[in-house]
């Protein structure tokens, strides 16, 4: 028999990764991104970052272990699947406030009543700049569907939209919110959509009462350094040393 050689390869693991098309318009998109990120806080034109995470209802069908002094708690392989729903977040990042609320599904109306929430969070504000991707329910139209005209137009009034590049969820901050939800609470067996919201509003409201503001680092400057070639490739008047 072959003996087979020991090597770094390592067929059981694996990673996924999603490359944007870096063109002139991705450009376009990210520095009007960064430039809004950069602003100072200004409570007439709040910037909140805006989006929505699926989650899966599981369950056990097994009562788990529950952990002791030294001991880990232990969970059964086997569970059981009770559906999906979505969970709508929002985050002001300058000061820490955050807007969420968990729906059966994600659509239209679940979009446009989501915002109304927002909107009636600023009742002052002359606009809110919202931070979102470009799902296509992410559009002032969606208002229009749900809510009488004259509603959907004064609504639809109260928003500045910003739109994340395609593929570049990593641009917006609520990313940053929803990572903090998995680790605190997401990323386990929860068996259904009021347990899963009881959890993640109180979660909301702990870190809304805290404050925890989220501090961006990633600047136009600094954009233009680390995709220094991306940015010559789209074109090559392009240099560090007359852009940055």
């Not at 504000?125 to 005209?149: C, M, W």
């Not at 570049?168 to 990323?187: D, G, H, R, T, Y």
């Amino acid at each position: 028999m072959k003996n087979i050689k020991k090597n770094n390869l390592q067929p059981h693991l694996k990673r996924t990764w999603c490359i944007p098309k870096v063109d002139g318009a991705f450009l376009a998109k990210m520095e009007k991104l960064l430039d809004l990120y950069a602003q100072p806080y200004d409570p007439d034109y709040p910037v909140v970052c805006f989006d929505e995470r699926p989650c899966f209802l599981i369950g056990d069908k097994v009562e788990p272990i529950a952990m002791q002094t030294g001991v880990v708690a232990k969970e059964h392989y086997s569970y059981s699947k009770n559906g999906s729903c979505c969970l709508l977040a929002m985050i002001e990042p300058l000061t820490g406030k955050r807007v969420a609320q968990v729906y059966n599904q994600r659509t239209k109306k679940e979009y446009t009543l989501f915002m109304q929430e927002i909107a009636a969070a600023y009742p002052t504000a002359r606009k809110i700049r919202i931070v979102q991707d470009n799902l296509n329910t992410h559009n002032t139209g969606s208002f229009y569907e749900h809510l009488p005209a004259d509603q959907a137009f004064a609504l639809a009034e109260r928003f500045e939209p910003y739109y994340t590049p395609i593929s570049s969820s990593w641009l917006n901050m609520i990313e940053i919110e929803f990572s903090a939800l998995s680790k605190q609470c997401l990323n386990r067996r929860i068996p259904s959509i009021e347990k899963l919201a009881k959890e993640v509003l109180a979660i909301i409201k702990h870190r809304n009462d805290k404050a925890i503001l989220i501090i961006w680092q990633f600047s136009i400057k600094t954009a233009r350094i680390k995709l220094a070639t991306k940015y010559e490739k789209v074109n090559q008047q392009n240099t560090i040393s007359v852009n940055i």
